[in-house]
């Protein structure tokens, strides 16, 4: 398994020199105290634990996996341990509220701390992570008593969450499901029905796992307006905030996945399982929606940890692998062949490595000073405009992060060549444990989907224009810059033929609304390339800065432009073949009769 190294400096350029978190953190309501040194310690801190805590469980615990016997789960040789330290030294409880035993600090670096474990180690990381969703909804919908009794040990970690949504007739169509809500003369109901595919749904790392469930009351009306939200512990807790006895949630068994072993994917059965209503009844979904963009990125995380993780171990081993001479003559004439990074295709992964590695953590980074915002804005116009770009980009960056994590880790594999395909590298680990990051939190279609149907459409483009005018003014802002044309140029382009094709689509869809569907996939990944060129077109703006100021770290900056120049000749240019496909409309789709697919 590659050797894990935080990027430390990458993540402080973001953080310090191109998104000046520390004046958006002291613009933030109650957060003035935060300021650059307490966000490298924590950085630093974070990147020691997730080094030598985490990093070194991850093959172990793909190879031994879950174990699940008797309706119980228990997670891999070291897992429990490791949590136990998370617990102790308040990683769980960094981003909460004080007045629930948090620490108070912004969302953001949580999302920073949570990068360096995942990419570290995936499959733990899941456990802590989960309970964020539950956290939050708790923190948003729940009642004084609610909180009172389930958020301070979530908070602190001695508990973790989990959202059991998905049932094993319907994953995203949620209006189908059938999980009951019984109402009991005490104000609980009794909760009956099955959930699949419920990540860190049992295990034996917490005291008690505090369950987030959709289910329906008898009367409600069919569909999605008729979900409500149950708040379902593993086991009862008492009025004083002690455990009880076991509550009727039992695990029937845990998946065989493809990847991300360590995990316990688990089959819920609620057994008239006591549960409390959490916000209004049939507002489920509703509610839901507020954590729903936050998971949506953090699972957008997982695509930068892969291609993360692949260029480390890629760029280690092409370092070090001999193969062959340069075309050009031999570059170590000392060694009996040439290390394999002289030769332009193996340069060519792993700078498509390290392109998505980076651009994607920009647009991450950016999207997590966004939920900031709308959690902590001073006023309601930073808040509405935050949640705004959220809305609009956060599907692009889960859906487009994760196909091209995925890509990279492919890429890393390849480069290893046969040595990839074998296990004790980790180089198809990451592949394995990768490929759920395009199914969970919904498909890359359904992200798709919700872009150009939901974000684009219905809102007359509005989402888009307010994301391109952003991108509109910085590039009228260096139009004259003469050392950023090769970035400014191409980029302003884009960014008006974007506006051009999403109005040829929209017209489209008003003949035939299929078109939306034909177009979705392909205008979400030419919507990432174009986004993500914004964010190498700002990080090397803010590299030949450092430059031309006479900075002594001339490798790291001189690096960042020419990772913007290749990402710009040789990655944004894939906009064409799918603008291409795009526009060739949903006939090519549709026309085939469904027989006609036989064998």
Request: charged content about 20%; glycine content about 10%; some cysteine.
């Amino acid at each position: 398994m590659p050797q894990y190294k935080a990027p430390i400096r990458d993540m402080q350029f973001l953080l310090h020199e191109v998104f000046n978190v520390e004046g958006h953190y002291q613009a933030l309501r109650g957060n003035d105290e935060v300021n650059r040194e307490l966000i490298d310690a924590i950085i630093e801190e974070g990147a020691r634990f997730s080094e030598n805590e985490l990093a070194p469980l991850c093959r172990s615990g793909d190879e031994e996996g879950c174990h699940f016997e008797n309706g119980v789960v228990t997670t891999p040789k070291g897992f429990k341990e490791a949590y136990k330290k998370y617990v102790e030294n308040g990683w769980g409880a960094m981003t909460a509220h004080r007045e629930q035993g948090g620490q108070g600090l912004p969302a953001s670096m949580g999302t920073v701390v949570s990068e360096m474990n995942g990419t570290a180690n995936w499959s733990w990381a899941m456990y802590p992570g989960l309970s964020h969703g539950a956290i939050r909804t708790i923190e948003a919908h729940g009642t004084p008593e609610q909180k009172e009794l389930f958020l301070t040990k979530l908070i602190s970690g001695e508990w973790t969450g989990t959202m059991c949504l998905t049932e094993p007739h319907c994953g995203t169509d949620l209006g189908i499901l059938r999980t009951k809500a019984e109402p009991n003369a005490d104000g609980s109901y009794n909760i009956t029905g099955t959930k699949i595919f419920i990540s860190a749904g049992d295990h034996d790392m917490a005291d008690n796992i505090v369950h987030i469930v959709l289910a329906r009351l008898p009367d409600a009306p069919k569909g999605t307006k008729g979900i409500s939200l149950f708040i379902v512990p593993k086991n009862h807790v008492n009025a004083d905030g002690s455990i009880g006895d076991r509550n009727g949630v039992v695990c029937g068994s845990i998946e065989h996945k493809m990847g991300i072993k360590a995990s316990a994917t688990c089959v819920l059965n609620f057994e008239g399982a006591r549960g409390f209503l959490i916000g209004p009844p049939n507002r489920g979904l509703n509610c839901m929606f507020t954590f729903m963009n936050t998971a949506r990125v953090g699972t957008a995380v997982q695509g930068i940890a892969a291609a993360e993780l692949s260029f480390q171990g890629a760029l280690t081993y092409a370092k070090d692998r001999l193969a062959m001479r340069s075309l050009s003559g031999p570059k170590f004439p000392e060694k009996e062949a040439d290390p394999i990074i002289v030769h332009p295709d193996v340069r060519r992964m792993l700078l498509t490595q390290k392109a998505f590695a980076e651009g994607g953590r920009a647009l991450i980074y950016f999207l997590a000073q966004q939920i900031d915002l709308v959690e902590e804005g001073a006023d309601e116009t930073s808040r509405q405009a935050a949640d705004d770009l959220m809305a609009f980009l956060t599907p692009i960056a889960k859906a487009f992060c994760t196909e091209t994590g995925l890509e990279s880790a492919n890429h890393g594999v390849q480069v290893y060549g046969g040595h990839g395909f074998i296990r004790e590298w980790g180089m198809e680990q990451i592949v394995r444990d990768t490929r759920i990051a395009t199914l969970y939190e919904g498909t890359t279609g359904v992200q798709a989907i919700d872009l150009l149907g939901r974000k684009v459409m219905l809102t007359q483009g509005r989402l888009l224009k307010n994301f391109s005018k952003i991108v509109h003014k910085f590039c009228v802002e260096n139009e004259a810059d003469a050392a950023l044309k090769e970035f400014i140029e191409p980029l302003a382009a884009m960014n008006k033929e974007w506006g051009d094709t999403t109005t040829q689509v929209g017209m489209r869809a008003v003949a035939n609304q299929e078109e939306v569907g034909g177009a979705a996939v392909d205008y979400l990944m030419y919507s990432g390339y174009i986004t993500l060129a914004y964010f190498w077109a700002l990080q090397a703006k803010v590299a030949q800065q450092k430059l031309a100021e006479g900075s002594t770290e001339i490798g790291f900056y001189t690096a960042k432009v020419q990772t913007a120049r290749f990402y710009f000749q040789r990655l944004l240019p894939r906009t064409r073949s799918h603008l291409a496909a795009l526009q060739s409309g949903v006939a090519n789709l549709l026309d085939m009769d469904v027989d006609n697919f036989a064998f």
